[in-house]
């Protein structure tokens, strides 16, 4: 069986972060994981006498949550993604910070997921892990973070 047309890769994969939901950073060549969230709904379950099986109902979507891996720079320049959350994440209660990901590419035609929509909904960032390391380990030191968010939208890049 061959593949689909238009299989892709992570190598395609742009990562991009934002203050406001609306001018985005492109920090796709600092990002070494972008873990989507799996978006669940919530949902209840109840027995009635006549029947051998459950009553099932579904309810609303659930926050998300979007984790990030990256490669730390020692810089403060805002072009940096670590200073960019570190920025965000120690304002006073902590600034909005939105993730968009488009697996094709940072291209206007390609599909894009995101925390935000143009009016701006909610996200924050409740996570942020420090730069660390191993003394047995060559590998670039990574930071993380996770985003927190009322849903994921879907919709053309822009």
């Known amino acids: 069986m061959a593949l689909p047309s ?15 939901g609306t001018t985005w950073t492109d920090f796709s060549d600092y990002v070494t994981v972008l873990e989507p969230p ?21 309810g609303k979507r659930n926050p998300v949550e979007i984790q990030l ?10 072009t940096n993604p670590f200073s960019y959350v570190w920025a965000e994440f120690t304002a006073d209660c902590g600034d909005a910070v939105h993730a968009r990901w488009a697996p094709a590419g940072c291209a206007t035609t390609n599909q894009v997921f995101s925390t935000a929509t143009a009016t701006g909904m909610p996200a924050e960032m409740i996570t942020l892990t420090l730069p660390g390391g ?14 927190k968010a009322p849903t994921i939208y879907r919709a053309t890049y822009a």
Request: charged share 15%; aromatic share 4%.
């Open 6 to 20: 238009g299989t892709l890769s992570s190598c395609t994969l742009c990562v991009e972060l934002s203050t406001n």
């Open 38 to 58: 799996e978006m669940t709904r919530m949902s209840g379950e109840t027995f009635v006498l006549g029947e051998d099986i459950a009553v099932l109902t579904g």
């Open 69 to 78: 891996r990256a490669v730390y720079v020692d810089s403060t320049a805002t």
């Open 134 to 147: 191993d003394a047995s380990d060559g590998s670039p030191i990574l930071w993380g973070a996770v985003i």
